[in-house]
């Protein structure tokens, strides 16, 4: 199991790409209900193939979770696990100047 370090540092990269950190933003908009692939591809305007490359990465990063109905895929924030990755980053904030911010 990769360290919170390492979980953290795949969840950056994964969002350090423009195309995915626009997917996600589209994604954290549309609520807890998600977007469906289909409402994803045609804001992002590419096709289905790149998209389902950037989306897949956003999933295994655990980013973004995935579900079906029927032949739909809705894509939906792990909102548990952004909180989690904002969290780590202020964590012990300008504790070195033992100030809080």
Do not use: N
């Not at 370090?5 to 933003?25: C, F, N, S």
């Not at 897949?56 to 809705?74: I, M, P, S």
């Amino acid at each position: 199991m990769p360290s919170t370090l390492e979980r953290h540092a795949e969840q950056l990269a994964a969002l350090g790409h423009p195309v995915r950190l626009a997917v996600l933003r589209f994604v954290v908009q549309a609520g807890a209900e998600g977007a469906s692939a289909g409402d994803i591809q045609a804001h992002m305007h590419m096709p289905a193939s790149t998209l389902s490359h950037h989306l897949k990465r956003l999933v295994d990063a655990g980013v973004l979770q995935t579900r079906g109905e029927g032949t739909f895929h809705f894509y939906s924030a792990d909102y548990a696990a952004l909180r989690g990755l904002t969290d780590y980053l202020w964590e012990d904030c300008c504790k070195r100047g033992k100030g809080c911010c």
